[in-house]
């Protein structure tokens, strides 16, 4: 791991520059906006769309994109817009849900085997050591059988999936803020070990951890959307991004849309959620301290 | 020096246009996706056999496109008057691929291969087979059974060598099949591809095929469970024919120039038991709401695009057995499914989703991965919810679904099966099969009464289609399912390479479909 | 130097032990009874029970896993349950074409990452940079099922230029290996092009322009040589990467990989199998990270110093 680190602190003197810094700000303008786009139209898709996402009309369906159906209709004669729409909401708020769960449970793990060492933070790491052993497909695939396909099955799946990378990272700044002078005072002082932790360590290192729990969002929408295209993700006639590409890459042939858009709205959201953790890394100035995994 | 160089040069020649022939002879063949996953070709103790299986054996008996009886390894038969013994003229000169010969005394011990086995049934009413000369085998009956020919046509009744058999025990057909059949097992990879070369010994084909081997010789047999892949495949060259092309793109291999397409009549049904020991569907007036909710037509019409034929009962059409009283017949009708729903005090609620004492009517709806089921499902979740049943899908993989029902965790499902005989409601109904096969789990005294008079109280085909016909329509009244569909069988070709039989004297695209089959030059 | 060696090869032991139980707990807590597949219907009891019992499914957890793990580290891996054949045979059917398709991904992503690297660390700041690396990073953030999708759709269908699926000759791998290919370019590409701005800026550089070298030849020869350390080391790590692609990739493509062999024997609860493509599967993560510590050890004189 430690290549990364020198490697990245080349990359961090780099991106620093005054030019990318003022690219930074188009860009995090072009990916923000985007993202509130999609937010957006998920809460407000009743409105937007004259059509129901599980109301079929089977002798419409396979119709090519129209100015009625700007995205075409599916096997099921649904228009995919709606379904993309809908599906945003199972999509953003699994991947969102299921980050936050495991955000909190990687800084509570992190901080406590950061701040307290010895056996635990030795009995914490392996097992973190050991999730990194299955690429976090395998993983997932393995708990999603376990607990069943569904919403439930992918939360939890995703959750540990980035569970230890969580918890790595939150341990890592921990650790290196606890020799801080600050800190030091605080126990000089006689301050309780949950109040140093939760006053002191834990705010300061949670930029950093949140900005690493936004770009796994990115990965964590791919990953809900490949055990979706396996057909473990939100059942029918549920809509979710990589669910809509299952029914739809048995019909690439008749109807390319029926996957196009869903992968193109996936392809743009996560491009977008890394553009904009990239602006905020460097706005923050905390990517040293991000990488430093 | 310069005459064997020559000959060197002609003989490498040969060697080489051999070898192409060799390859030209080869065809590859993508199976019916519901036969993927069959995990042997041990056609005694399996429930699921693949075409393989009928390539690899003969039967004693086959069938022509009339469902007529022909011969294959039995040359003629004759049933005593009383229905009690059954003589079968074997034959000569059949050996297995090992060379073991086929006698009377094979079949005798092949027979004996079936107790204790899931296929037992078939030869339930033979008391024991007894040789009469070397090709003359004698079947004596417990009770008379209008359907023995029947049972000794289908894939199970595939002759296997006893011998090899026994050596094997129970990894037998999966990596030896020995049987007489037009085709050698050459490699078998299960859930990926069965390699076939000919047998060229093979001079007793079924009917009045030629008493030649088969024209090919060397078919792989592929299975693809995704059939959008399969027809991929066979658009781009990957593959000569498809058992099975998915109505969906009939048009498309219609469409291209060097694809065609051949239409069988069909041997499945699609539809939907419902399980009357779990709630809801142990109240009938459920199970007859969500039967009628079933639009068989729209199903047929939108999904199907009108190539096989709405079901509204249990089997086949082409089966007399399917021909039942009108007032049997499950086929779409609103008006009854939302009163039958009524009158079971399911109350339709403002979300369409009926209720009863506080309960919302929300079932599970089981089905398989393969696109066909999921998508088929979909539908009917959608004709459910219409009459105010929410259906929640639980997809299970095809290969795992009947461990599954094992369990009886089942509510309802969407399901087919294949065959083309009436005792097949015995097989998915049959108070002592609950599980699997009877997903509905029906256990009912008349049902049984009625079941035994069918499969063992007929002494001629008349009573027995008499029988069948009263079991079948009792079977209705009971609404443990709902029929969906009957497809065709379509078949899919590469017409610029492959050479089709004029005219297929079988019901199916097998045995005699691929000994006829032949490769252009 | 070979003292970090030992101990780093030593360090695996425990974990691969560890590995092993969770793999085994994870298969124990799978839905579904792989005997049921087996039986036939109508079976008695007793039947049940031979079966049970010649799988070893009736005994102790805990003796189960001994059993099992003392067979495999004899090299046997069991039998399946519904495939009945060893599995060590399986896995040795399989594992030839996740190979080819895993190595085939990385020397693939690894040359154009390269390439990619190398050009935009040469015009730096350009249109070129901005545009290459905006779209190598593009590349690493779409979901390769997708990308695989599409590529069927635009290469074998429209064009027919490869075969749709299975694994036949190496144009079947074409696809496959495109799709995982570019989804690892980024990394490669981005380690390429920061380490070699950064040898830009070192002395002995200085010097060669300073005597006159051409600028292309100090590029390709001097530098990118320097650059290309980081970028070993990266490739080792990369392997479990490109292995969890490859489960996905290969189900698409219907290659009859170890990552289908996985994903079908899960389906069909056939336990011994999912159980040895795992560890299999972990054990390569485990050897890819390994040696990319000791790569990275091996170049870097300060790195091998701090642990000796």
């Known amino acids: 791991m430690s290549a990364a680190v020198q490697k990245t602190g080349m990359l961090g003197t780099i991106r620093r520059s005054v030019a990318w810094r003022a690219l930074a700000t188009i860009k995090g303008g072009v990916a923000g906006g985007f993202l509130l786009l999609v937010v957006l139209g998920a809460i407000f898709a009743p409105v937007l769309t004259p059509y129901d996402y599980d109301i079929q009309a089977l002798t419409n369906a396979f119709q090519p994109p129209s100015l009625a159906h700007p995205m075409g209709t599916d096997e099921f004669g649904r228009d995919v817009l709606t379904r993309i729409l809908y599906g945003a909401r199972t999509s953003l708020s699994v991947s969102v849900v299921a980050i936050s769960i495991s955000l909190v449970f990687g800084m509570t793990l992190g901080a406590a085997a950061g701040y307290f060492g010895g056996r635990f933070d030795r009995m914490v790491m392996v097992v973190v050591d050991l999730t990194w052993s299955f690429p976090e497909i395998l993983v997932a695939l393995m708990l999603v059988a376990i607990i069943g396909p569904g919403v439930t099955g992918t939360l939890v799946a995703i959750c540990v999936a980035y569970l230890a990378q969580f918890t790595r990272l939150t341990r890592s700044q921990v650790m290196a803020l606890k020799s801080e002078t600050y800190v030091e005072a605080a126990r000089g002082l006689g301050a309780s070990h949950a109040f140093i932790l939760f006053r002191h360590l834990l705010p300061n290192c949670l930029g950093p951890v949140l900005v690493a729990g936004m770009l796994a969002t990115g990965d964590a929408i791919i990953l809900e959307a490949t055990l979706g295209f396996f057909g473990l993700g939100a059942q029918p006639p549920t809509p979710s991004w990589g669910g809509m590409m299952s029914s739809g890459s048995g019909l690439l042939f008749k109807g390319p849309w029926i996957i196009l858009f869903p992968g193109l709205c996936i392809a743009l959201t996560v491009v977008a959620i890394n553009l904009f953790g990239d602006v905020l890394l460097a706005k923050l100035d905390i990517r040293d301290r991000l990488r430093v995994v | 020096m310069k005459y064997n160089l020559s000959t060197l040069l002609a003989t490498t020649a040969i060697g080489s246009c051999l070898a192409l022939s060799a390859f030209a002879q080869e065809v590859t063949v993508v199976m019916a996706s519901n036969e993927v996953g069959a995990t042997s070709y041990n056609p005694v103790a399996s429930s699921m056999q693949s075409v393989g299986t009928y390539l690899i054996y003969d039967r004693l008996i086959a069938k022509d496109e009339n469902l007529a009886y022909v011969p294959q390894l039995a040359e003629s038969w004759v049933e005593a008057d009383d229905g009690m013994a059954w003589t079968f003229t074997l034959k000569p000169g059949v050996t297995f691929h090992n060379g073991t010969p086929f006698a009377a005394q094979t079949v005798v011990d092949w027979l004996a291969l079936y107790p204790g086995t899931e296929n037992a049934y078939l030869f339930d009413a033979v008391e024991r087979a007894e040789v009469v000369s070397d090709l003359e085998v004698r079947f004596v009956m417990k009770r008379p059974d209008p359907n023995l020919l029947y049972n000794l046509s289908t894939v199970f009744a595939s002759i296997p060598d006893p011998a090899a058999y026994a050596e094997a025990g129970e990894d037998y057909g999966v990596f030896d099949a020995v049987g007489t059949g037009p085709f050698r097992l050459e490699s078998f990879e299960i859930g990926q591809q069965t390699v076939l070369v000919r047998n060229d010994d093979y001079a007793w084909g079924p009917g009045d095929a030629t008493g030649k081997p088969a024209k090919i010789e060397r078919l792989t047999l592929r299975e693809i469970a995704e059939s959008s892949t399969a027809f991929l495949e066979l658009k781009t060259g990957g593959v000569d024919m498809l058992l099975n092309v998915p109505t969906d793109f009939v048009g498309e291999v219609e469409g291209a120039s060097d694809l065609s397409i051949l239409q069988l009549a069909g041997q499945d049904l699609v539809y939907m038991p419902m399980n009357v020991k779990q709630a809801p569907f142990d109240d009938i007036k459920v199970r007859e709401g969500v039967a009628f909710a079933i639009n068989q037509q729209e199903i047929l019409d939108a999904v199907f695009a009108g190539m096989g034929k709405v079901a509204d009962g249990f089997l086949i059409s082409s089966l007399p057995e399917s021909k039942i009283a009108e007032e049997f017949r499950i086929s779409y009708n609103p008006e009854r499914a939302n009163k039958a729903l009524d009158d079971a005090g399911w109350v339709m609620g403002t979300d369409g989703v009926r209720t009863k004492d506080g309960t919302r009517l929300s079932v599970k709806l089981w089905t398989q991965s393969d696109s066909f089921f999921r998508r088929l499902s979909e539908v009917v979740q959608a004709q459910m919810k219409a009459v105010g049943v929410e259906a929640e899908l639980v997809t299970f993989d095809s290969a795992a679904i009947r461990d599954q029902y094992k369990t009886g965790a089942h509510q309802v499902a969407v399901r087919s099966y294949l065959w083309d005989n009436a005792d097949i409601l015995e097989w998915f109904f049959s108070a002592t099969r609950p599980f699997y096969p009877n997903v509905s789990m029906l256990d009912d005294p008349k049902a049984e009464a009625l079941k035994d008079a069918a499969m063992t109280g007929a002494k001629n085909s008349a009573e027995r289609e008499a029988a069948f016909v009263a079991y079948h329509e009792y079977i209705n009244s009971q609404f443990p399912y709902a029929p969906i569909y009957e497809p065709v069988q379509i078949i899919g070709y590469n017409a610029e390479r492959l050479v089709m039989p004029e005219v297929l004297h079988a019901p199916r695209f097998n045995t005699l479909g691929f000994l006829e089959l032949d490769v252009k030059e | ?308």
Not at chain 3, 159 to 168: D, E, F, I, N
């Open chain 3, 1 to 308: 130097m070979l003292g970090y060696v030992t101990r780093r090869v030593l360090m695996l032991v425990p974990v691969f032990f560890a590995v092993s139980v969770v793999i085994f707990s994870m298969i124990h807590m799978l839905p579904g009874d792989p005997i049921e597949n087996l039986l036939r219907v109508g079976s008695s009891p007793a039947q049940r029970e031979a079966l049970t019992a010649k799988y070893g499914l009736d005994r102790p957890l805990v003796e189960q896993y001994l059993l099992w793990m003392s067979n495999v580290l004899t090299g046997d891996l069991g039998t399946a349950i519904v495939q009945r054949r060893p599995v060590a045979q399986l896995v040795a059917q399989a594992l030839p074409y996740s190979l080819s398709l895993g190595g085939l991904a990385l020397c693939f992503s690894t040359v154009l990452g390269v390439v990619v690297g190398t050009i935009a660390a040469s015009w730096r700041g350009s249109w070129l940079d901005q545009g290459l690396m905006g779209g190598v990073l593009f590349g690493s953030m779409l979901p390769n099922f997708w990308i695989g999708l599409l590529m069927i759709l635009v290469f074998s269908v429209s064009l027919g230029w490869t075969p749709v699926s299975g694994a036949r000759g190496w144009e079947s791998l074409v696809l496959p290996v495109l799709t995982i290919g570019l989804g690892g370019t980024a990394l490669v590409a981005r380690v390429t092009r920061i380490a070699m701005i950064d040898t830009q800026g070192k002395d002995f550089v200085l010097l060669l322009h300073a005597k006159g070298v051409h600028p292309l030849t100090i590029q390709v020869r001097h530098v990118l040589r320097h650059a290309l350390i980081p970028v070993v080391t990266i490739l080792a790590l990369r392997i479990g990467w490109i292995l969890g692609g490859a489960v996905t990739v290969e189900v698409v493509f219907a290659r009859p990989g170890l990552g289908s062999l996985l994903i079908k024997s899960l389906n069909q609860h056939d336990y011994p199998v999912v159980q040895a493509s795992l560890l299999i599967l972990a054990m390569a993560v485990m050897l890819g990270t390994l040696m990319g510590d000791l790569l990275q050890a091996a170049m870097d004189p300060r790195f091998r110093d701090s642990l000796t």
